[in-house]
């Protein structure tokens, strides 16, 4: 079975460090594209950046460009979504997803279970 | 900025047909955009319903469906059930490795 599963709920103060995981199974980890999507509380979806953990291709959402790191170990099949410096507008469900390889298959599926993360001082 | 237009919500009754669509804030979508459509409950990751304009995920109902209905990708659910009560997301491709989301759709079925 497929499966993306990510790390637990975080609350961290603003400042803070923060690298939140998700881990792939059932497939082979490099083929295949992770995409992160912010959900901030009571709102929509927000495509965040995307890597291909074969050769950690990553691209950012302009939105997003320089205001977090998307990156991957594949030795362990996990992605990683991290931030340097937490503010209180952090505070969101962060879902990764995985996007096939193929030119042409430009979806999401399966989808992580998400990760709350709570900025707050 | 692209922005992804959606209904922000829709009422249908128990067995009935809705539409919902999919735009952009200027010009038309098109198949070259590979819209995809996502469901998602309160407390739920989402769900992959269509993918590629058209093409159903594995395990969805075939009363879920989509097209292109004039400059817009849209997703139509047939025979609407009480468990069809979500949020429904498009998502559309701009190329380069960038993915843009529509607001979402709170669809009601009352």
């Known amino acids: 079975e497929v499966q993306l599963v990510q790390s637990g709920a975080e609350v961290k103060k603003p400042g803070e460090s923060l690298k939140i995981s998700c881990k792939g199974s059932g497939y082979s980890f490099t083929s295949y594209w992770i995409g992160w999507v912010r959900q901030m509380p009571g709102k929509g979806l927000e495509w965040m950046g995307i890597?291909?953990?074969?050769?950690?291709?990553?691209r950012y959402s302009p939105s997003f460009q320089g205001q977090v790191t998307i990156s991957a170990d594949k030795s362990i099949s996990t992605a990683y979504l991290q931030w340097s410096s937490l503010k209180a507008s952090d505070t969101a469900m962060y879902y990764c997803?995985?996007?096939?390889?193929?030119?042409?298959?430009?979806?999401?599926?399966?989808w992580g279970q998400g990760t709350l993360v709570t900025v707050s001082s | 900025q692209t922005v992804v237009t959606q209904e922000p919500s829709f009422s249908v009754s128990p067995g009935g047909t809705v539409t919902l669509t999919c735009g952009l804030s200027?010009?038309?979508?098109?198949?070259?955009?590979?819209p995809s459509w996502y469901q998602q409950t309160p407390g739920q990751a989402p769900r992959t319903l269509i993918y590629?304009?058209?093409t159903r995920s594995s395990g969805v109902p075939d009363r879920f469906s989509g097209s292109i209905l004039g400059n817009k990708a849209a997703l139509t659910i047939t025979g609407a059930q009480a468990d069809d009560e979500s949020d429904y997301y498009c998502v559309l491709y701009m190329g380069s490795g960038v993915w843009v989301f529509g607001g979402g759709t709170k669809l009601t079925v009352l």
């Open positions: 997803a995985r996007r096939p390889p193929q030119v042409g298959s430009y979806w999401f599926d399966p």
């Open positions: 890597i291909y953990p074969g050769d950690s291709d990553t």
């Open positions: 200027s010009g038309s979508v098109s198949t070259s955009y590979y």
């Open positions: 590629s304009t058209n």
